[in-house]
């Protein structure tokens, strides 16, 4: 019994654990995160659904096709040949390769993969919080913000960019790696000026603590490089400057929901709210100025942004670690039979969720019309000759659906349409009183809208147009008169 008892437990001895030992005797911390890395692993894996992603991939496949990356407009007939930045070509490749390697699944798992790693960072980020539960309790509202809000979108290469020069700050990687890293974001993300930002409020705060700037200081000489180097690449220099081109265009960003002030009315959001105030009590804890910078700077941007949410959520966690010491009693470092059944119990857990998981459909469109465009197809209607219009997340499946045909009237690039032309798809979305008039400029044949929109209902009356197709959720229309051809004839 005693010598059953000698092997259950871990080795007791001075010297580094090989990786055998490790892996058999693994720390509460090391089990745990495994089952915060699985928690981003099965969110990632959930079926697409994201509008922008449906962009992203169609464009990847003109990447593979073509050998280059597109310089203008090919998807609509409304901003045709318009100058376009391509800023994130990088992702699109990606998902163009997974999806040509292992169809959609393959995309997927891209996508479960940054989810998961994301969580792997989180969880590292978390790691002088020592205590096991408290640094649960912070991952998992970590995971709880992001899990509505991570999406099958370039940003998550952003945030796991983030999470390498918050490490870097910390001193737990070797910021040699930001110079790979910098170039990776910059073709792959805007969100690249924010590493910067990161390392000098970091380093602001540092030094009103009268403490060592060094490290922060040592990661901009990586990380600055690595950005600079991202203009070496089919954008050039216009990679660099697209950030600050996208800021200027505040007219378009207001009507973006994910540049407007979180609303707080759905869970994700909520529990933000939470991890924040928990961030501010645990920074009055134990005050230090980089603390209290970087939760305040983050903080602002996010309740001014939605899409800032997930990332002051991330860069809240090297803050709020240090100042949980001292809750609980149970050590992420300790060692113990229990730890290696969590161990298992994560490693079960992934087995059966993944396969779970694959089972769901890969595409979820349920909020599209495809039923409508399905009618449209089998009548044989040409949206390239009868103009379509309809909401921009629309033309984002019609991108993915039939690539660059010059379909769509308008989809969620909006920093690539003319600014007459975006005008216009606000008109159209909240029945603005040029809503018309812009559709007889544009040519516009058909309208697809949301049956219980307004706009819907003002089309829907107007004698000039009649219901074509309708189903519980949407309304096509034409106009009178127009030439649809196809089976249909006019309208």
């Known amino acids: 019994m005693a010598a059953a008892t000698a092997t259950a437990?871990?080795?007791?001895?001075?010297?580094?654990?090989?990786?055998?030992?490790?892996?058999?005797?693994?720390?509460?911390?090391?089990?745990?995160?495994?089952?915060?890395?699985?928690?981003?692993?099965?969110?990632?894996?959930?079926?697409?659904?994201?509008?922008?992603?449906?962009?992203?991939?169609?464009?990847?496949?003109?990447?593979?096709?073509?050998?280059?990356?597109?310089?203008?407009?090919?998807?609509?007939?409304?901003?045709?040949?318009?100058?376009?930045?391509?800023?994130s070509w990088l992702p699109s490749l990606l998902y163009a390769n997974a999806e040509r390697l292992g169809g959609l699944d393959g995309v997927r798992v891209v996508v479960g993969v940054l989810a998961a790693l994301l969580c792997g960072l989180a969880w590292s980020l978390l790691r002088e919080a020592d205590s096991l539960v408290p640094r649960l309790a912070a991952a998992g509202l970590f995971v709880g913000v992001g899990a509505s809000l991570w999406a099958e979108r370039p940003l998550m290469v952003g945030l796991n960019c983030v999470a390498l020069v918050l490490l870097a700050s910390e001193g737990r990687i070797d910021p040699r790696w930001l110079l790979p890293m910098g170039w990776i974001w910059v073709n792959s993300h805007g969100s690249f000026p924010l590493g910067v930002v990161v390392l000098l409020v970091s380093a602001l705060g540092r030094r009103m603590d009268r403490g060592p700037v060094t490290r922060d200081l040592k990661a901009l000489q990586w990380l600055v490089p690595g950005i600079l180097l991202g203009a070496v690449g089919p954008l050039g220099l216009r990679v660099l400057v697209f950030p600050v081109e996208l800021l200027r265009n505040q007219d378009v960003l207001h009507n973006v929901i994910e540049w407007r002030a979180p609303t707080f009315d759905a869970p994700s959001q909520q529990m933000f709210v939470v991890q924040l105030a928990l961030a501010i009590l645990l920074v009055a804890r134990r005050p230090s100025y980089r603390a209290g910078l970087l939760v305040a700077v983050f903080g602002s941007l996010a309740l001014l942004g939605l899409r800032?949410?997930?990332?002051?959520?991330?860069?809240?966690?090297?803050?709020?670690?240090?100042?949980?010491?001292?809750?609980?009693?149970?050590?992420?470092?300790?060692?113990?039979?229990?730890?290696?059944?969590?161990?298992?119990?994560?490693?079960?857990?992934?087995?059966?969720?993944?396969?779970?998981?694959?089972?769901?459909?890969?595409?979820?469109?349920?909020?599209?019309?495809?039923?409508?465009?399905?009618?449209?197809?089998?009548?044989?209607?040409?949206?390239?000759?009868?103009?379509?219009?309809?909401?921009?997340?629309?033309?984002?499946?019609?991108?993915?659906?039939?690539?660059?045909?010059?379909?769509?009237?308008?989809d969620d690039r909006f920093d690539m349409f003319p600014l007459e032309i975006t005008a216009a798809q606000q008109a159209l979305i909240s029945a603005g009183p040029t809503m018309r008039e812009d559709l007889d400029q544009l040519d516009i044949d058909m309208v697809l809208l949301e049956r219980a929109s307004p706009n819907s209902q003002i089309i829907v009356g107007d004698p000039e147009w009649r219901a074509l197709f309708q189903d519980g959720e949407w309304v096509l229309s034409c106009r009178r008169g127009a030439d649809l051809g196809g089976q249909l004839g006019r309208c």
């Open 9 to 87: 437990a871990p080795p007791q001895r001075d010297q580094p654990l090989t990786l055998g030992e490790r892996l058999r005797h693994p720390t509460w911390g090391g089990s745990v995160g495994l089952l915060v890395v699985t928690a981003g692993w099965l969110v990632g894996l959930r079926p697409l659904t994201d509008n922008s992603f449906l962009t992203h991939l169609a464009t990847g496949r003109i990447i593979l096709e073509s050998g280059s990356v597109p310089s203008h407009d090919a998807y609509t007939f409304t901003a045709a040949g318009e100058p376009w930045v391509v800023q």
């Open 308 to 410: 800032n949410v997930t990332l002051a959520s991330l860069v809240f966690l090297p803050v709020m670690a240090p100042a949980l010491k001292g809750f609980g009693s149970l050590s992420s470092r300790d060692r113990a039979p229990a730890a290696r059944l969590m161990g298992v119990a994560g490693v079960a857990t992934i087995s059966l969720f993944t396969v779970t998981r694959f089972n769901q459909a890969d595409l979820n469109l349920a909020m599209y019309p495809v039923p409508a465009l399905s009618y449209l197809e089998s009548n044989e209607i040409d949206t390239r000759e009868v103009h379509l219009a309809a909401p921009d997340f629309v033309g984002n499946l019609i991108d993915y659906i039939y690539g660059p045909e010059q379909r769509t009237y308008y």
